[in-house]
Structure formats: C-alpha cells, structure tokens
C-alpha cells in the first residue's frame, strides 16, 4: 500500500529553468509533509517542510505547494542549478503517532543539464 | 561537530550469517531512526529508539531483524540468517527530540551473496 506516490521516476531540464517535481497522497491523516535531496553514496538532507496549515512554503530557491483537497504537494525549483541534480524523496507524517515516523515516496531523479 | 555515523559503509554477507549495523548519532541526539531502501525504492521506516527503550517498531519485519540503543555506545540493527532479499541500503537517523527534524547517515550497504 503505498501511501506517497511520485509517479516520474525522473525529470530533466535546462539549467535555469524551473524544474516541478510531484507527489501525491492517499493518507487524509498526514499533516505535515517534507522534501528532501538524495545525492549517490549519501543520505538524504532535509530541504523544505510544509504543515497541513499552511498552503506554501518558500525558501530561497525552493517552494513546496500544498493543495490537500487533491493530496497533492510539488517542489519547484527556481532556477534550477546543476547542483541540483540528485533523487528527490517527498515524505509524510501523521501527528498523531508523535514518533516523527515519516513515510517516503519512491522518489525522482532531477537532473539539470547545463 | 560530526554528523551521524554509521559503519561499515559497505557489507558483504553470505546467505545464513549475521549483519551488523552500527550507527553513532549525532552529539547530544538521543533519539534514533533507521530506515531500509531496496532498490528502485524508497525509504522505509523500520525502528524509532531513545536510549535503552524501542518507542515504534511498527517496521521491522517480524523475524530475523533487532535493534537496539544501549545507554552508553552506538546504536545496533541486527539482522540474523540473512537472505538475499536483506540486499539494501540501511540508513540511520538521529534527532535531539521526537519529530523531524532528523539528520540522517550515508548508511550501510548490505550486499548478501
């Protein structure tokens, strides 16, 4: 059963362009929600973070959108860099159970092309 | 200030031994998270700790796995008998108190053969 869905597997673009990755839910219980950037060898760094108060987001170069009548969110990434080619994971997490369990989608392979 | 470290980076196993993973959280972090990505896949919860206690455990599968977070050391993922379908990237993650914002590891790559 999987609860976060990021249904492209990869997305390219022109470096300065804006890249959209997306994600989507099925879970209406998630109220806070996080993107973060993979790169090989590495852990996952934490990027950007939404509560299900809030409908954006900004920091710096990124945004995360939350339309949660569609469990929706996206990250936008202005403009893209080609730092910024690496796997991104959106993750999601019910307040409820208060352990900071968070539940990842598949992720997508952003890569920007100089 | 070094972030959270796990060791080894890279383990080969044979069908049927044990693994160990260790992981050493952050300075002044007591809470710990492993997680499991199998190819192709994402990140899968598996344990939460705080010292000496296991607070969810909702994600480890039922037999063979263990983990622990003794009171002085780093914190252990024991998985025994291990089977080619073990073959994944382990991370761990540690925070200075329940929630998220946690800093993860660059993890344990098991390779069973």
């Known amino acids: 059963d999987q609860q976060v869905k990021q249904n492209s597997p990869s997305l390219s673009v022109q470096e300065g362009r804006i890249s959209i990755l997306n994600c989507d839910y099925t879970?209406?219980?998630?109220?806070?929600f996080l993107w973060y950037k993979k790169y090989p060898a590495e852990g996952p760094t934490f990027l950007i973070s939404?509560?299900?108060?809030?409908d954006k987001n900004e920091d710096g170069r990124f945004t995360v959108f939350l339309n949660k009548s569609a469990k929706h969110l996206s990250l936008h990434i202005v403009p893209s860099q080609p730092g910024d080619s690496a796997v991104y994971f959106c993750?999601?997490?019910?307040?409820?159970?208060?352990?900071?369990?968070?539940?990842f989608g598949q992720g997508t392979t952003l890569q920007v092309k100089p | 200030n070094a972030g959270v470290m796990q060791n080894p980076r890279h383990l080969v196993r044979r069908r049927g031994q044990e693994a160990r993973l260790r992981c050493s959280p952050m300075?002044?972090?007591?809470?710990v998270y492993w997680y499991r990505q199998l190819p192709e896949e994402g990140l899968k919860f598996m344990v939460y700790?705080?010292?000496?206690?296991?607070?969810?455990e909702s994600g480890m599968p039922k037999e063979r796995f263990s983990a622990e977070f003794p009171k002085e050391g780093p914190s252990i993922l024991r998985i025994q008998q291990v089977v080619r379908g073990d073959s994944a990237a382990y991370f761990c993650?540690?925070?200075?108190?329940?929630?998220?914002?946690?800093?993860f590891g660059s993890g344990t790559r098991l390779t069973v053969v």
């Open positions: 939404i509560s299900s108060i809030k």
């Open positions: 879970n209406s219980m998630f109220d806070y």
């Open positions: 300075k002044g972090h007591s809470h």
């Open positions: 993750a999601a997490s019910a307040d409820s159970s208060n352990t900071g369990k968070l539940i």
């Open positions: 993650a540690s925070s200075v108190d329940r929630g998220y914002g946690y800093t």
């Open positions: 700790l705080q010292k000496e206690n296991i607070i969810d």
